[in-house]
């Protein structure tokens, strides 16, 4: 067997189709992981009182110097320190942004306590107030005291029924309060991680569909099929062989992506609560780092349930052609779901099927912090778990039936 599976990864690897798409995309990781930071942006006020703006890399030490007297818990005091601070500038200028602010004067003051206002404006303001449409009337020092009892409140009313709300009730009762913050870290790396996945699975779909389907068109396939191992084994390897290739190719991938984000924007910016680097209410009780690891897991299982069901069709199909297409369109569907339409049913086989973890805003990512629930009969299902138990039974479903199809294929 262990010869069977070299040769077949020989085979597979020497096409020079095949190992271009593979290096391609693993340089991509590393240019992938550059966009984030290049877009980096803040500005610093010299001693002369202009205002300079820094990009990348500088961007991002500076900012974790302009906020580094939050740092830490997020504590009451620091809460009601920023709510006074935002008090103050909107009653001498009218607003906290600019132009209505002096850009200077916004530098030095808001951008400092920045994060603790966007999580101010998000809990302690009215309904349908943002930090942004905020004024000093809507919010009091005092009511720091109430910031992390909010939150849950608010979280809660998130669900869209009681059933819902009784589930998102029992899914975050393990947030950590007092929130805790360490400046530098930036979400959006998630973002471009989760379009990477995407560019990946792609790459995978046209190197995986000729596996099986290539050798029947050619009429190998027949000859392999008399051989001693032509049967079971061979197929076996096949499947070894590509889902090698996949897991070496994730991992070297996102580990070159993570390594590059996590060392720039630094390591220890990966104990803030998700809370405080998310503009939006949340359910998990992470940290950015487990978060990070959360939705790596989360597009790794996607990913190898695309895999697998990839093989199906290569191993079903009678070419080449029939197997891509079939499996292009599988990969893109959920994104195709999704734009669709919300209703239950559809997000319901969005989530579902192999892919379901891999896209653009339907991604594993988004589902993650966000409150969206599949109802299945009467049971209430937050969708990351729909698209992590799918993708456990998918797996090995499509490859057992992988094995069983080539092995039962007509004409043989």
Known sequence: MGR????????????????????VILLLSAVMA???????????????????????????DYQKEKEKEINGEVTEEKIRSAIQVFRECYQEYGAVFPPEMPIEEYVRRIEPVYPLLTLVGNTLSPQGVTLYSMTDADIAPEDASKLYEQYRERLILEGKSEDEQEKIKELSKDIRMPFTYISGYEISSYDYMTLYILLMMLVFVVIISPIFSAEYQTGADSILRCTRHGRVRLAIAKIVTA???????????????????????????????????????????????????????????????????????SAKCRNVQDSLKIALLLGLLPMILAVISSA?????????????GIGLTNSFLYELLGTDF???????????????????????????????????????
């Not at 966009?35 to 990348?56: A, C, H, W």
């Not at 239950?344 to 379901?356: D, F, Q, T, Y």
């Not at 599949?374 to 993708?391: D, F, K, N, Q, R």
């Open 34 to 60: 550059y966009f984030p930071i290049s877009y980096m942006k803040t500005k610093r006020v010299d001693d002369q009182g202009n205002v300079i703006m820094l990009e990348g890399k500088a961007a991002i």
């Open 4 to 23: 069977l599976i070299y040769l077949e990864l020989k085979r597979v690897v020497s096409t020079r189709t095949v190992w271009i798409m593979l290096a």
């Open 374 to 412: 599949a109802h299945v009969g009467s049971a209430v299902i937050w969708t990351p778990y729909l698209i992590i138990g799918a993708a456990l039974v998918e797996i090995p479903l499509f490859l057992i039936l992988t094995v069983r199809v080539y092995c039962r294929r007509e004409g043989v």
């Open 243 to 313: 889902i090698l290739i996949f897991v070496l190719t994730f991992l070297i991938g996102t580990g070159i992506y993570i390594l590059i984000t996590d060392l720039t924007f630094g390591i220890e910016g990966l104990q803030t609560s998700i809370q405080m680097v998310w503009p939006a209410l949340m359910i998990p009780g992470f940290t950015a780092g487990q978060t990070q690891a959360a939705v790596a897991a989360g597009l790794f299982l996607s990913m190898a349930a695309t895999v697998s069901i990839t093989l199906f069709l």
């Open 344 to 356: 239950n049913l559809i997000k319901i086989i969005r989530c579902i099927l192999p892919s379901g």
